[in-house]
């Protein structure tokens, strides 16, 4: 009976959960109708429309979301969970705890990680741009008059919409989910509608008029798949935004309401253009039984990518929040939105340069066709990353046998492989935008990393060992201070390059002295009763580890707070942190460094205007002590 109950009441949350989901996982996939058939029948590579082709197009793209975003997300790859958080990054986290792999086969996984992140950021451009492209061109639909007006329209949302952002999303975030439901269920009874006229489109559910389309026009399949994949385009989001509404919640939202509506679009659009091929202009807008519906779908397709746009963008402000974290990335600053979720929150440098670059690729491609072309070569090639990232993982951590694991990656590798390989032609279209632009990102990202663990080196190399520092100081050291001194250090057994300078300049330790060694683990999170451990040593010094998931806010103030509880109260007032502010100078041109001359340049403008550590550990600024040193690289 007890259970019973239990099911009944989850029931309602596992609703509400799957409608706020709407809201914000299905918001890219679910605009794809705006676009794809479009693409498909008038695009660059445009077929002919006849009930063979027609078929085969459905039927392809009934197979592309059911092996792809069906099978292989919702069904698979969502068990691949880091601790309930999905995403490029966990994945990687995962894969990166294979046993006895080799440092090389590591690093590769690990650079495939960061170039499948990297290109989330392209993503992350071209969603808005081309999502609310393609709605307000539903203008010219109205009236060819209001063409020239598209392009301001546009550009006005996007400003506006990213201009919001430093408010964050949660005010509106509750409407989310029920007007993305209104759309989805707009987008069935529009498509129910055409069918209804052409019943006969129901057949290309049957995987045969996919294959006779494939083998019948095999040049012309290859260009079109192309464009199908469109309607694919935000799956992987199913995955990232597992975290924020479960699994369970995202298998039953899309299974019970999105691809079922979803498809029946799709299936209406293709009876309209064989009832009426000259439709193909705009065979979404077109879909409405009468003219005086269309500015009120215009509407609400607007939003509806609007809100597709929010989704991803606040996906790229998570993954710049993620990859500071695990090390990948410069401090940048960070404001939380809100004073419940940790997971809204706004990254002011980010927003202003995706809002320039979403401007120039609308001001530069002007029509949703010019950018469709960019559009696939990103999302087909982070697919595949993450069909061998998860091959890695039910090899290697899930312990599947060589045959079951290499016949996982054959299947999708070769759907994968298609998609990918019929965008590859589009590079000199456009679609060369999303790869420069991840390929930026992905030098970025490296060279941080790389910067960051070479400097670590130099820093440890001039280090001196604790255990002898104490030693020297039990003996007859420095004058005591009262108070508490708070040193960050990189390595918990060396003393901190900041207190060897404190002592050289001021002579004095305080009577209580704590290293505070902060770790970011390759889980999300971490719960506060494993947040700190207190390690006490001779001569008033203390060793404080402080763990913190990469998802979780690095406020080291709240951290400390924590350690009464192991006996080690904090008074901030009494409390001075005494921070290294290292200035990276290069080598020589005489001297061979570890680092290419370019990235020695790179990572040091990096490294200047990273934010403060102050600022990222939220200290307050009226306790900290800086004490400044070179550090050649």
Request: glycine share 8%.
């Amino acid at each position: 009976m007890s259970t019973e109950n239990a099911e009944q009441g989850a029931s309602p949350r596992l609703a509400a959960t799957a409608l706020a989901a709407m809201g914000v996982v299905f918001g890219d996939i679910g605009t794809s109708p705006l676009y794809t058939m479009k693409e498909v029948f008038g695009g660059h590579h445009p077929l002919p429309i006849d009930t063979d082709t027609v078929l085969g197009i459905l039927s392809l793209v009934f197979w592309a979301l059911t092996i792809t975003v069906s099978l292989k997300y919702v069904l698979f790859i969502m068990r691949a969970d880091n601790k309930g958080e999905g995403g490029i990054m966990a994945l990687t986290a995962l894969a990166l705890r294979t046993a006895n792999a080799s440092p090389r086969l590591l690093w590769a996984l690990s650079a495939l990680g960061i170039f499948g992140a990297a290109l989330f950021y392209g993503d992350a451009v071209i969603t808005p741009a081309m999502s609310v492209l393609s709605a307000v061109e539903g203008l010219e639909v109205v009236t060819p008059l209001l063409k020239p007006y598209v392009l301001p329209v546009t550009v006005g949302i996007l400003v506006v919409l990213f201009a919001f952002q430093r408010h964050g999303t949660a005010a509106v975030a509750a409407l989310f989910g029920p007007l993305m439901m209104f759309w989805f269920a707009t987008l069935g009874a529009l498509g129910l509608w055409n069918v209804i006229e052409h019943p006969y489109v129901l057949v290309a559910i049957n995987p045969w008029y996919a294959l006779v389309f494939i083998f019948d026009h095999q040049g012309m399949a290859f260009l079109a798949l192309g464009s199908v994949v469109l309607a694919i385009t935000g799956g992987e989001a199913l995955y990232a935004d597992m975290g924020h509404f479960g699994r369970r919640s995202i298998k039953w939202a899309w299974f019970a309401c999105v691809f079922p509506l979803l498809y029946l679009n799709y299936l209406g659009q293709g009876a309209l253009l064989l009832a009426d091929p000259t439709a193909i202009s705009s065979p979404f807008f077109r879909l409405v039984p009468h003219p005086v519906l269309l500015i009120p779908l215009v509407v609400l397709a607007t939003l509806a990518t609007v809100i597709a746009s929010q989704a991803v963008i606040s996906g790229a402000f998570s993954l710049t929040s993620q990859a500071m974290q695990l090390g990948y990335c410069p401090r940048i600053q960070i404001k939380f939105t809100s004073l419940h979720e940790k997971g809204q929150i706004y990254v002011p440098n980010i927003n202003w340069l995706l809002l320039l670059a979403v401007i120039a690729v609308v001001l530069g491609f002007r029509s949703s066709s010019n950018l469709a072309a960019a559009y696939g070569i990103a999302v087909t090639l982070t697919m595949m990353i993450d069909t061998i990232l998860a091959f890695v993982v039910v090899h290697a951590l899930w312990n599947w046998s060589w045959p079951r694991a290499i016949l996982f990656l054959v299947f999708f590798v070769v759907v994968d492989f298609a998609f990918f390989s019929a965008n590859v032609i589009k590079i000199l279209d456009g679609g060369w935008f999303p790869l420069v632009l991840g390929l930026a990102v992905f030098l970025l990202l490296s060279t941080w990393k790389l910067g960051r663990r070479l400097l670590s080196e130099r820093l440890q190399q001039d280090s001196m060992p604790l255990d002898a520092f104490l030693a020297s100081i039990a003996t007859g050291g420095p004058q005591r201070v009262d108070g508490t001194s708070v040193f960050l250090t990189a390595s918990p057994d060396g003393v901190p390059r900041a207190m060897l300078h404190n002592l050289y300049h001021n002579k004095v330790l305080h009577q209580r002295v704590v290293l505070l060694h902060v770790d970011t683990e390759d889980v999300p999170h971490i719960p506060d009763d494993e947040r700190v451990r207190v390690e006490a040593l001779s001569g008033g010094f203390h060793r404080v580890y402080v763990r913190y998931g990469f998802s979780d806010e690095s406020n080291l103030p709240r951290a400390l707070e924590l350690c009464a509880e192991q006996g080690l109260p904090f008074e901030m007032m009494e409390t001075s942190f005494f921070l290294g502010r290292e200035t990276v100078v290069r080598l020589p041109l005489t001297q061979r460094s570890q680092m290419a001359r370019w990235r020695q340049v790179l990572f040091t403008w990096m490294f200047r205007n990273a934010e403060s550590v102050t600022a990222y550990f939220r200290i307050p600024p009226n306790r900290v002590v800086e004490l400044g040193s070179q550090v050649e690289l």
